[in-house]
């Protein structure tokens, strides 16, 4: 596809495909994002579709990033929706510790690089060992290592941020659900 042909593409349909994403979304900065991916998609895999056909196409590959944008953040967050806390047993200073530390985290995991959080949210949400997630990656187990190391490092810069309370808070949680299990 020439420049000329991607340029008349883009002017034609990006409108159409932004306000698609918005109205799945309801968060326009998201669906312009992913309208550019959409395009941006169509310019490295130099696709050349029938011109009838294109508008499908780019609405595919809307949905289709749409729908992968959206497993990515349910996932990313989802730790959270499954740590039970006990709020019988939490003192307001517990209360506002454990806010504090799911806030740092969720941020910890938006700003973390994608491979990075890919691996540490398979291993430590999925539960899935180093081998299992090289698999199904088709990496090596030592890459999978290096990200997880990095992504953990990722981690103590944000959660290093809150206090030591947040952390000392988070561990003693831990060891509780480690109980009921």
């Known amino acids: 596809m020439e420049k000329e042909a991607f340029r008349e593409l883009f002017e034609r349909y990006f409108d159409d495909i932004r306000k698609y994403l918005f109205?799945?979304?309801?968060?326009?900065?998201?669906?312009?994002?992913?309208?550019?991916?959409?395009?941006?998609?169509?310019?490295?895999?130099?696709?050349?579709?029938?011109?009838?056909?294109?508008?499908?196409?780019?609405?595919?590959?809307?949905?289709?990033?749409?729908?992968?944008?959206?497993?990515?953040?349910?996932?990313?967050?989802?730790?959270?929706?499954?740590?039970q806390v006990n709020e019988k047993s939490?003192?307001?200073?517990?209360?506002?510790?454990?806010?504090?530390?799911?806030?740092?985290?969720?941020?910890?995991?938006?700003?973390?690089?994608?491979?990075?959080r890919t691996v540490f949210l398979m291993n430590r949400v999925d539960e899935l060992k180093y081998h299992e997630i090289a698999d199904q990656l088709g990496l090596s187990v030592k890459a999978v290592e290096k990200r997880m190391g990095l992504a953990l490092v990722h981690l103590r810069k944000f959660i290093r941020t809150g206090s030591n309370g947040i952390i000392l808070f988070f561990l003693e949680l831990h060891r509780l659900m480690k109980q009921k299990k």
């Open 90 to 116: 939490l003192t307001p200073e517990d209360e506002l510790n454990y806010q504090e530390l799911k806030i740092a985290y969720e941020k910890a995991l938006a700003s973390m690089p994608e491979k990075q």
């Open 23 to 83: 109205y799945r979304s309801g968060n326009e900065a998201l669906a312009t994002d992913l309208a550019q991916d959409t395009f941006l998609r169509i310019w490295e895999k130099q696709i050349d579709v029938d011109p009838l056909r294109i508008k499908g196409l780019l609405l595919k590959i809307a949905s289709d990033l749409f729908v992968s944008s959206y497993r990515k953040q349910q996932s990313s967050f989802s730790f959270f929706k499954h740590f």
